[in-house]
């Protein structure tokens, strides 16, 4: 479930012109493949109207209209059972796994690559085989 909200996260940047990209119309029409209908379709009825259709929670508090969201809300999401609208504004809620959520905070203070390991030692294989 929450692999469909990601996409739908990542369509909604490419269609509010958030992210950037070359090709934006074949990704977002490729993301658009792989939502369900009923979802891109809420999604694409409030898009028409200006609205965003997807709002991250932080804190246990939707993004999109700053309301408090219910736990038993956030446990399904946590669950990643079913998808969940806010009560109040009506979005889809998407809740980022504490790995992603470190991940885009990092995002900002960016680090110097770690470097790769050592080479496989290929010469010396063959070699020994010989
Ligand atoms: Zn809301």
Redesign the pocket.
Known sequence: MNSIMQNLLKLQALDFGEAKAKNAEAQSAELRGQIPEPIIGHYERLRVRGKKGV?VVRNQV?T??H?HVPIGQITVLMREEDVQL?E??G?YLYLPDPAEAEFLNKVEATKPVAKTPAKPRKRRALAHAA
Do not use: D, E, I, L
Request: glycine share 12%.
């Open positions: 709002a939707c999109g209209c309301m806010c109040n504004c979005r």
